[in-house]
Structure formats: structure tokens, C-alpha cells
């Protein structure tokens, strides 16, 4: 038995698009070995997750591979060797689960909504294994046992809606090692989940990979999650392998300006940077050495902020939800989204609210827009208690106070080019005399956010998920407003993207004299554009203090565990 499980020669996949052919993988070669997890790096679209559905056989038939190789099982002297690539149906369908099993991104999709959990297992267990129900599940009990889910008899008769992010999760696990799998593939398995979820489902990753003897080939676009499981890295752009090598070698010694990009152009929880590096910079060159913020700077900031008036004051703010009713309808007990929480927010701060999901920041949010009805509590905004605002009040304070979303997918009409999307909102407030006006201003938004005027007439689809949120913030500041909450704006971009975005936001603070709500599960992005930030935790303020000190002196164990879950 060779210790090569999978070897990869000269892969390429094409597909054919109205532009041409795209080469969604070109020529690409690597191997995994017995016991190692490889792990693939890179920006969405680099091909990452069509090399992993290419092992699988999972890619449509309108995909073209030319040429190429996957070779799986290699005899002691690699004479032969399964090319997966030349299977058919049914021979494949007994390698998938079996012998390779996949772990996908997204597990509320992956998991079937109107079958309990432990169904769902236990049918890919008797899928393979052709034994009796009883003992499918108690395979599956033991299994959930060993993925450290809690009350494994209520999950097994649980629905995936019953459960969080990472419970589903480690569901997902279980049904992937149901039928003891030779290599794992895990694509973006933690990409959804919060930072201390995140760093369970890596820690249960590696005593799985030590208990099975697994081969795991670990996709992310997050290097600090790269850096925490694989020891073999690769790193791919534009359906190309730029770079190898070990961890240390990658992370310590980066050779490729598109890897040296992407590990710079995170941000820093050791340095207050004024500008986040980019990768493009990296690429054309002519990137500059960081510059730092200086003390006398931080300091000159805090005092011009912070000897004003709160612009906002939020006052034991609660918003609940109905948990149960009894049988004539009446609320019986409530989800306490929000509980009593009070902060003020000063004009041109940035306000960065932290938290897991589930924890309240964005119903927080929505509240103060009024977007959320409040059980108590006020939310003054320039003297104005906004909970109790009539109709009128509201259409006056919209064109104040704006929200960018966190989803720039779903955040714009399909149906409507993109200029338009942006001076609607103009159009609505009556804030200019004529459509050319209209149309100039629109114009004057796309350049200030980084796009054009060509690009007036294009769909949301024609844009990538960066572009969509750029277009998102120039409608957000098309009313020209002083007050903009970002929900979880940059937390679905790649970091090199994500980069870019904060860079944005705050050249359009000092720009425009904005200030920001910014919510983030990611401490370390809330640190680096907050001047303040609350900590939240099933409803409640944590703390609350300056964004440096929340992060070198911590006061909540709550704190502690989210910045020690930073990878």
C-alpha cells in the first residue's frame, strides 16, 4: 500500500460561457498522503470547491475536463491505481461515503429539512453497511457521542431547524466518518459558524483525523483557519496552484505576491494600522509599508469625539419575541433578543457591537431603525425618542439613519440595474429637481465607492460579491445620511475583499463625517475600524470600553473566550 491516498496529474476543468471557455482549473497536480490534511486556500472563484467536487464526481455535465488524472488507492509500487475520473455511476456511488466523504460549506442545505437527524444518518449507514435500523442507530448515537453533541437521544429525533450552525455541523461529521471514509473533504465547513463554534469544529476535526487514521483535504478562504489545521497548504487564484509548501514555509516565508496579499491584508490584533494592505498592492508592487496610527492621532480623535453630545442614547432597550402561547393564544414566555441594553453613540464614532449569532446584535440594530417594534426602553436619536416616533417623524429621520446588510445577494432587486437601485431612494425623498440630476448624482456615488458610470445599466448578477456590496453603500449613502448602521457587512467577503470594504468605509467616514454601528461576530475586524466596542451575550451588554482595551484587558470571561477563539 503506497502512502500516496490521492494523487492529482494535470487537472484541468473547463466550462463553456457565453465568453468563451473558463478555466475553472488548470493543470493543477498534488497529492494527499496517508494521515495529512492538505489544506486549499484561496478567494472565492479560484477554484478550490470545483478541484474538491472533481474528487467527488459531483461536477454538472456540462463541465469539460481535457485532461488530467485523480488517481486514488495507489498499490505499494503505484503500478495501479483507481482514476476516479473514469468511473461510471454505480462504481463511484459505492467510492462516495464509503471510501471518500464530503463535508459541505452550508449545513442547513445540506441536510435534509423534513427528516430528523438521526434518519438522516442512519440511512447513509444502511446505504452502505445493508444493515438492520436498531443497529444503524446505534451506530449513529455512538457517533454523535463522539462528535461531542449533548443529548444525543433528543438530536437523533431532532430536525435540523431545531438546531445552531454548529451542531448541524458536527451532524454533518458524523454522517461523513458513518462509513469509517479513508479521506474527508471538508469545503468552508466552518465559514458560517462563530469564532469560538469555529474553533470546536477544528479541534474536533483533528482528534477525528487521530482517532480514524483520515486523510482530510480542508478548504477555506481563511488563512488563520488554514494555519490551524492543515500541514501541507496550497494556495490557488484563477484556477491555478500560485504556491506550496508546509505551513511554516507558507506563512513564515511566502514567496508569491498573492499569498504574502492575502496573509497582510487581515487585520491585525497587535497593530492599529490607518489602511488595511491589499492583495492588488501586493501584485502590481506597489504596496507601501503599513503606516500605524500614532498615539497623539488616537488621542486628538478621542477628544474631538468624545467632548460632544451623544448623537444617539439607547436606554434599557428590550426587544423580545414570542417563545410559546397558551391554547387561547396568549404569550406565555418570551426570547429575550435584546435585555435592558444602554449605550451611547457620539457623532463620527465608530460603535462596534461584538458578539456569537443568536446574541442579539442585530435585532439591536433593526430596533434602533425602527425595523424591530421595542417591548421597553428608548432610543433618543438628536432629542428625538424614536420607539414612540409617529409616521411623519420617521420619514424625515430615514434620510438620516441607513443600514447596510450583511447579504449583498439578497440586499438587491435581481430585476433592476443597479443605478436605478441607488436613486430610487433620491426619487422617493424628492432630493433633486430632475432625472438628470438623479442620474448625475448616481454617478458621482458609483465613483465614490470605486465602480463607474458603464456599469449604470448592469444587473446585481453581472457584479461580484465585493461589487454588490460597494453598490449597497452607495445606496446607502444616496440620502446622504449621518448616521449608518453596518450589519455584518464584510463577514460573507473574502479577506482580500473584505479589506477593501473597510478601507471604504472608513475613507467615507472621515469623507462625509459618518458614524458607524458596526456589528461583527469577527472581534478582530471590530477592532481594527471601532473606537468603542460593546460585547453582547444572549441579550445583554457584557462590556462596553475602548477597542483596545477591551482587547489587551479584557474583563468578562465571556471576552476572553472570543478573542482566544481568534485563529
Same mark, same amino acid.
Given at each position: 500500500?503506497?502512502?500516496?491516498?490521492?494523487?492529482?496529474?494535470?487537472?484541468?476543468?473547463?466550462?463553456?460561457?457565453?465568453?468563451?471557455?473558463?478555466?475553472?482549473?488548470?493543470?493543477?497536480?498534488?497529492?494527499?498522503?496517508?494521515?495529512?490534511?492538505?489544506?486549499?486556500?484561496?478567494?472565492?472563484?479560484?477554484?478550490?470547491?470545483?478541484?474538491?467536487?472533481?474528487?467527488?464526481?459531483?461536477?454538472?455535465?456540462?463541465?469539460?475536463?481535457?485532461?488530467?488524472?485523480?488517481?486514488?488507492?495507489?498499490?505499494?509500487?503505484?503500478?495501479?491505481?483507481?482514476?476516479l475520473t473514469k468511473l461510471d455511476k454505480g462504481e463511484m456511488q459505492q467510492i462516495r461515503g464509503s471510501k471518500i466523504a464530503m463535508i459541505f460549506q452550508e449545513p442547513m442545505t445540506s441536510l435534509n429539512p423534513v427528516m430528523?437527524?438521526?434518519?438522516?444518518?442512519?440511512?447513509?449507514?444502511?446505504?452502505?453497511?445493508?444493515?438492520?435500523?436498531?443497529?444503524?442507530?446505534?451506530?449513529?448515537?455512538?457517533?454523535?457521542?463522539?462528535?461531542?453533541?449533548?443529548?444525543?437521544?433528543?438530536?437523533?429525533?431532532?430536525?435540523?431547524?431545531?438546531?445552531?450552525?454548529?451542531?448541524?455541523?458536527?451532524?454533518?461529521?458524523?454522517?461523513?466518518?458513518?462509513?469509517?471514509?479513508?479521506?474527508?473533504?471538508?469545503?468552508?465547513?466552518?465559514?458560517?459558524?462563530?469564532?469560538?463554534?469555529?474553533?470546536?469544529?477544528?479541534?474536533?476535526?483533528?482528534?477525528?483525523?487521530?482517532?480514524?487514521?483520515?486523510?482530510?483535504?480542508?478548504?477555506?478562504?481563511?488563512?488563520?483557519?488554514?494555519?490551524?489545521?492543515?500541514?501541507?497548504?496550497?494556495?490557488?487564484?484563477?484556477?491555478?496552484?500560485?504556491?506550496?509548501?508546509?505551513?511554516?514555509?507558507?506563512?513564515?516565508?511566502?514567496?508569491?505576491?498573492?499569498?504574502?496579499?492575502?496573509?497582510?491584508?487581515?487585520?491585525?490584533?497587535?497593530?492599529?494600522?490607518?489602511?488595511?494592505?491589499?492583495?492588488?498592492?501586493?501584485?502590481?508592487?506597489?504596496?507601501?509599508?503599513?503606516?500605524?496610527?500614532?498615539?497623539?492621532?488616537?488621542?486628538?480623535?478621542?477628544?474631538? *469625539?468624545?467632548?460632544?453630545?451623544?448623537?444617539?442614547?439607547?436606554?434599557?432597550?428590550?426587544?423580545?419575541?414570542?417563545?410559546?402561547?397558551?391554547?387561547?393564544?396568549?404569550?406565555?414566555?418570551?426570547?429575550?433578543?435584546?435585555?435592558?441594553?444602554?449605550?451611547?453613540?457620539?457623532?463620527?464614532?465608530?460603535?462596534?457591537?461584538?458578539?456569537?449569532?443568536?446574541?442579539?446584535?442585530?435585532?439591536?440594530?433593526?430596533?434602533?431603525?425602527?425595523?424591530?417594534?421595542?417591548?421597553?426602553?428608548?432610543?433618543?436619536?438628536?432629542?428625538?425618542?424614536?420607539?414612540?416616533?409617529?409616521?411623519?417623524?420617521?420619514?424625515?429621520?430615514?434620510?438620516?439613519?441607513?443600514?447596510?446588510?450583511?447579504?449583498?445577494?439578497?440586499?438587491?432587486?435581481?430585476?433592476?440595474?443597479?443605478?436605478?437601485?441607488?436613486?430610487?431612494?433620491?426619487?422617493?425623498?424628492?432630493?433633486?429637481?430632475?432625472?438628470?440630476?438623479?442620474?448625475?448624482?448616481?454617478?458621482?456615488?458609483?465613483?465614490?465607492?470605486?465602480?463607474?458610470?458603464?456599469?449604470?445599466?448592469?444587473?446585481?448578477?453581472?457584479?461580484?460579491?465585493?461589487?454588490?456590496?460597494?453598490?449597497?453603500?452607495?445606496?446607502?449613502?444616496?440620502?446622504?445620511?449621518?448616521?449608518?448602521?453596518?450589519?455584518?457587512?464584510?463577514?460573507?467577503?473574502?479577506?482580500?475583499?473584505?479589506?477593501? *470594504?473597510?478601507?471604504?468605509?472608513?475613507?467615507?467616514?472621515?469623507?462625509?463625517?459618518?458614524?458607524?454601528?458596526?456589528?461583527?461576530?469577527?472581534?478582530?475586524?471590530?477592532?481594527?475600524?471601532?473606537?468603542?466596542?460593546?460585547?453582547?451575550?444572549?441579550?445583554?451588554?457584557?462590556?462596553?470600553?475602548?477597542?483596545?482595551?477591551?482587547?489587551?484587558?479584557?474583563?468578562?470571561?465571556?471576552?476572553?473566550?472570543?478573542?482566544?477563539?481568534?485563529?
Amino acid at each position: 500500500m503506497s502512502d500516496n491516498l490521492l494523487t492529482i496529474q494535470n487537472l484541468s476543468i473547463h466550462f463553456s460561457t457565453e465568453n468563451g471557455t473558463l478555466k475553472a482549473v488548470d493543470a493543477n497536480s498534488f497529492t494527499i498522503k496517508r494521515g495529512e490534511t492538505i489544506g486549499i486556500v484561496g478567494e472565492s472563484g479560484s477554484g478550490k470547491s470545483i478541484t474538491a467536487l472533481s474528487i467527488m464526481q459531483l461536477l454538472p455535465k456540462v463541465a469539460m475536463v481535457p485532461n488530467g488524472a485523480i488517481n486514488f488507492e495507489a498499490s505499494a509500487d503505484e503500478t495501479t491505481s483507481l482514476d476516479l475520473t473514469k468511473l461510471d455511476k454505480g462504481e463511484m456511488q459505492q467510492i462516495r461515503g464509503s471510501k471518500i466523504a464530503m463535508i459541505f460549506q452550508e449545513p442547513m442545505t445540506s441536510l435534509n429539512p423534513v427528516m430528523t437527524c438521526g434518519q438522516q444518518v442512519v440511512e447513509a449507514i444502511q446505504l452502505h453497511q445493508k444493515i438492520p435500523f436498531q443497529t444503524a442507530k446505534k451506530e449513529t448515537l455512538a457517533l454523535f457521542s463522539q462528535v461531542k453533541l449533548p443529548e444525543v437521544a433528543r438530536i437523533f429525533n431532532a430536525y435540523p431547524h431545531q438546531l445552531s450552525g454548529g451542531q448541524k455541523q458536527r451532524i454533518m461529521i458524523a454522517m461523513a466518518l458513518s462509513c469509517r471514509p479513508t479521506l474527508l473533504i471538508a469545503d468552508e465547513p466552518t465559514t458560517a459558524l462563530d469564532v469560538t463554534v469555529q474553533k470546536g469544529i477544528l479541534a474536533l476535526l483533528n482528534e477525528i483525523k487521530t482517532a480514524y487514521q483520515l486523510s482530510i483535504l480542508f478548504i477555506s478562504h481563511d488563512l488563520g483557519v488554514i494555519r490551524a489545521i492543515a500541514d501541507q497548504v496550497l494556495v490557488m487564484k484563477k484556477g491555478k496552484i500560485v504556491e506550496a509548501g508546509t505551513v511554516d514555509a507558507i506563512f513564515k516565508h511566502a514567496q508569491h505576491p498573492y499569498t504574502k496579499g492575502l496573509l497582510a491584508c487581515r487585520p491585525s490584533l497587535n497593530q492599529h494600522l490607518k489602511r488595511l494592505p491589499t492583495v492588488e498592492g501586493f501584485e502590481t508592487g506597489t504596496i507601501e509599508t503599513p503606516a500605524l496610527v500614532d498615539t497623539a492621532s488616537i488621542a486628538a480623535r478621542k477628544e474631538k *469625539i468624545y467632548t460632544q453630545k451623544p448623537i444617539l442614547q439607547v436606554k434599557n432597550l428590550a426587544t423580545w419575541y414570542p417563545a410559546k402561547k397558551n391554547f387561547w393564544g396568549k404569550t406565555t414566555s418570551f426570547v429575550k433578543a435584546v435585555d435592558e441594553v444602554s449605550f451611547d453613540v457620539f457623532k463620527g464614532e465608530t460603535f462596534g457591537l461584538v458578539g456569537e449569532s443568536g446574541c442579539g446584535k442585530s435585532t439591536l440594530g433593526r430596533t434602533i431603525l425602527g425595523l424591530e417594534k421595542a417591548q421597553a426602553g428608548q432610543v433618543i436619536y438628536h432629542q428625538k425618542n424614536l420607539i414612540t416616533a409617529d409616521d411623519a417623524t420617521w420619514k424625515t429621520l430615514r434620510k438620516k439613519m441607513q443600514i447596510i446588510f450583511q447579504d449583498p445577494y439578497s440586499a438587491l432587486n435581481p430585476t433592476q440595474p443597479i443605478g436605478l437601485a441607488i436613486m430610487e431612494p433620491m426619487q422617493v425623498h424628492r432630493l433633486w429637481k430632475n432625472e438628470k440630476q438623479y442620474k448625475e448624482k448616481t454617478i458621482d456615488l458609483l465613483e465614490t465607492v470605486g465602480l463607474n458610470a458603464n456599469q449604470f445599466m448592469r444587473f446585481p448578477h453581472e457584479f461580484s460579491g465585493g461589487q454588490r456590496q460597494r453598490i449597497c453603500i452607495a445606496r446607502a449613502l444616496a440620502l446622504q445620511p449621518e448616521f449608518i448602521i453596518c450589519d455584518e457587512c464584510v463577514s460573507s467577503l473574502d479577506v482580500s475583499i473584505q479589506a477593501q *470594504i473597510l478601507n471604504l468605509l472608513m475613507d467615507l467616514r472621515e469623507k462625509f463625517d459618518l458614524t458607524y454601528i458596526f456589528i461583527s461576530h469577527d472581534l478582530s475586524v471590530v477592532q481594527f475600524i471601532s473606537d468603542r466596542i460593546m460585547v453582547m451575550k444572549d441579550g445583554k451588554k457584557i462590556e462596553i470600553g475602548d477597542a483596545d482595551t477591551i482587547y489587551t484587558n479584557p474583563q468578562s470571561a465571556y471576552t476572553k473566550e472570543l478573542i482566544g477563539a481568534i485563529l
